[in-house]
Antibody
């Protein structure tokens, strides 16, 4: 059974940073890209970026380029998203989601339960 | 960037009825990259349809997707109580854009 388990909710002050983890099980972690998506009441679902767990290569939405860091530790099948210089607008639920690519069709097929990050002074 | 616009924002129907949800792209897209998700309160999105018309594993056949170019549709043939949720369309690739969602309510 494929599972993604995320770290628990976080509360931070503006200017702080946060690091969210996503532990995968039930499939070869290094073989499949991992995406990060956030959800806010105002912006809905918003793609943050992906990481290739095999190479560590990353790709980001323009909005997050130069700000978000995606890393992974293949020895524990875990992906990480770090967001520095937090602002109240970063308050959101952050999801990791596994890439799906079959017969030239794409999608995000398995999602973690989400990590709520609250930024408030 | 390609913008996905979903309509209606809210759809009020009853169990047993047919639901038709629309997703319109601002530019032509490859239908292989048009995806639909279902999200219930407090849960992560659930992978429903990929390639515009292919059901994901375990998705009941009352869910179907269609469309090409800029216009795509998710149809639920006979609504079950568990189908009342928010539905999102998504463009896989490029900027990985999501629509703003359609809330399907009783």
């Amino acid at each position: 059974q494929v599972h993604l388990v995320q770290s628990g909710a976080e509360v931070r002050k503006p200017g702080d940073s946060v690091k969210v983890s996503c532990k995968a099980s039930g499939y070869p972690f290094a073989d499949i890209y991992m995406h990060w998506v956030r959800q806010t009441p105002g912006q809905g679902l918003e793609w943050v970026g992906w990481i290739n767990p095999n190479t560590g290569g990353t790709n980001f939405a323009q909005k997050f380029q130069g700000r978000v860091t995606l890393t992974r530790d293949t020895s524990v099948s875990t992906a990480y998203m770090e967001l520095p210089r937090l602002e109240p607008d970063d308050t959101a639920v952050y999801y990791c989601a596994r890439d799906f690519y079959y017969d030239k069709n794409g999608g995000l097929d398995i999602w973690g339960p989400g990590t709520r990050v609250t930024v408030s002074s | 960037d390609n913008v996905l616009t979903q309509s209606p924002a809210t759809l009020s129907l009853s169990p047993g009825e047919r639901a038709t949800l629309s997703c319109r792209a601002s530019q032509n897209i490859n239908s292989k990259f048009l995806v639909w998700y279902q999200q219930k309160p407090g849960q992560a999105p659930r992978f429903l349809i990929y390639g515009a018309s292919n059901r994901a594993t375990g998705i009941p056949d009352r869910f179907s997707g269609s469309g090409s170019g800029t216009d795509f549709t998710l149809t639920i043939s006979r609504l079950e109580p568990e189908d009342f949720a928010v539905y999102y369309c998504h463009l896989y690739g490029g900027s990985y854009t999501f629509g703003q969602g359609t809330k399907l309510e009783v």
